[in-house]
């Protein structure tokens, strides 16, 4: 079988799972958001990264069911969270098919009413390769989408072509910088002037702003004096199912 022969049966079987990652409020260390990550699980290759089938998905007429069953499972997963009393925000990755067929507000509008989610507690996640494509459709979409309630978070920020006149063109309630700025973030000044100078634009824009791949304390400490205030990476958890993330990072005991 080929591989989108395969994601084909995948899709019928149900062996697509998500992970969460927790992101964390650097000052305090209390748990404020999941990231929804997808996982393959196949019956014999094991648990498949993404990066090892996402891009073939999005290339594939697939795209839209896979994308389907990751959004209304993360609010599903999101509502539950909330009714159990645990307001965390839960971010979903878009990929850059979900604006091109159908209409995306219109199914989170209603995918928000049947789960009874509070929007503010859904951030959807966009990386440039959706910003560059269709401009008009894709600035209605996020309009129509932030008047839900829902945030909508640049992805990746920094590693594009065109990250600063994106931050212009399209409304946005935040970003994340990308992990490739944070690993030597400690060791390395150009990344420290880029990182200080991204959470200050940030702020000056009125964005949030997460800094993505924390490794470690003292990367963690060095983003707070930079003014960084929230975090996500692997110093305070990878991505790990559901029921392994309440039990981890929700129980209070
Ligand atoms: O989880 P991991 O770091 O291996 O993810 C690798 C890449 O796959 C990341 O760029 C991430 O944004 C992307 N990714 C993970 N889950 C999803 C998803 O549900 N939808 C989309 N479009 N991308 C995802
Ligand atoms: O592209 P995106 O930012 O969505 O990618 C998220 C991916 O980054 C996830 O697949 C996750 O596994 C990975 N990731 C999360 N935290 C860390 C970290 O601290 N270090 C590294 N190397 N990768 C991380
Ligand atoms: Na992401
Ligand atoms: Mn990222």
């Known amino acids: ?12 079987r149900n062996e697509f799972e ?15 958001g999941a990231e929804a990550l997808i996982r393959w699980r196949h019956p014999t290759r094991g648990l498949v990264p ?16 896979v994308a389907t069953w990751v959004m209304t499972t993360a609010v599903r997963q ?23 067929s159908g209409d995306l507000a219109a199914f989170v509008s209603k995918l928000l009413t049947v789960t009874g989610l509070s929007p503010r507690l859904l951030e959807l996640e966009v990386t440039e390769d959706i910003l560059l494509h269709d401009e008009p459709g894709v600035l209605q979409t996020f309009n129509r989408m932030r008047a839900l ?39 390395r000044a150009d990344d420290a002037a880029i990182v200080g100078s991204t959470v200050s634009l940030s702020k000056q824009l009125g964005l949030s702003v997460i800094a993505e791949g924390i490794e470690n304390a003292a990367t963690a400490e060095f983003l707070l004096r930079l003014g960084c205030e929230h975090g996500q990476g692997y110093h305070f958890g ?3 199912p559901a029921a392994d993330f309440t039990q981890r990072f929700l129980q209070v005991d």
């Open 1 to 12: 079988l080929t591989l989108e022969a395969e994601l084909a049966l995948a899709v019928e």
């Open 18 to 32: 998500l992970f969460y990652q927790p992101q964390v409020d650097l000052l305090s260390g209390r748990v404020i």
């Open 50 to 65: 993404p990066g090892d089938f996402i891009p073939v998905v999005n290339t594939s007429p697939l795209s839209e069911a």
């Open 78 to 100: 999101a509502r539950t969270w909330q009714l159990d009393g645990h307001e965390i925000r839960v971010g979903v990755n878009l990929s850059p098919s979900q604006f091109q």
């Open 149 to 187: 309630g829902v945030s909508l978070v640049f992805d990746d920020f920094g590693t594009g072509y065109a990250s600063l006149s994106y931050l212009k063109k399209f409304p946005l309630d935040g970003l994340k910088i990308d992990r490739s700025f944070v690993r030597d973030v400690l060791t």
């Open 238 to 240: 990878k991505p790990t």
